[in-house]
């Protein structure tokens, strides 16, 4: 993937794409509809410029401090790849003490980035 800035290289931990796996099954979802769509994201992570495998990754994050050990796993999983941004919704769930986040309104992303969804069944 590229964008203005360059290539983009999708991260992922294992533990990560459990959870959205887990999400997806909560969700209702079809089991090979799960399967599949956690197959692009692997592959998508693979065709990277990075050629990145989830396998990369450790668990953990425990010893961050964050109080939600998912974020704190995203986050150790975002140390340990290097990654330049970490894009996220709950900007306020990775607050760590002598850092700042830098904030952005939506409208800052170019209304023509669209991306494939995936809807819950009906």
Partial sequence: MECEAGLVQLVMSWEM????????????????IIADFIAGIIG?????????????????????????????????SSIAARVDFLVTNNLDDFALKGFRANRHPRDHFPRSVSAPTLRPPL
């Fill in 17 to 32: 794409v459990a959870t959205l796996e887990n999400v997806l099954v909560r969700l209702g979802f079809d089991q090979q």
């Fill in 44 to 76: 998508i992570m693979k065709a990277g410029p990075e050629q990145f495998d989830p396998h990369l990754l450790p668990g953990g994050g425990q010893s961050l401090g964050l109080a939600d050990i998912e974020d704190a796993s995203v986050l150790a």
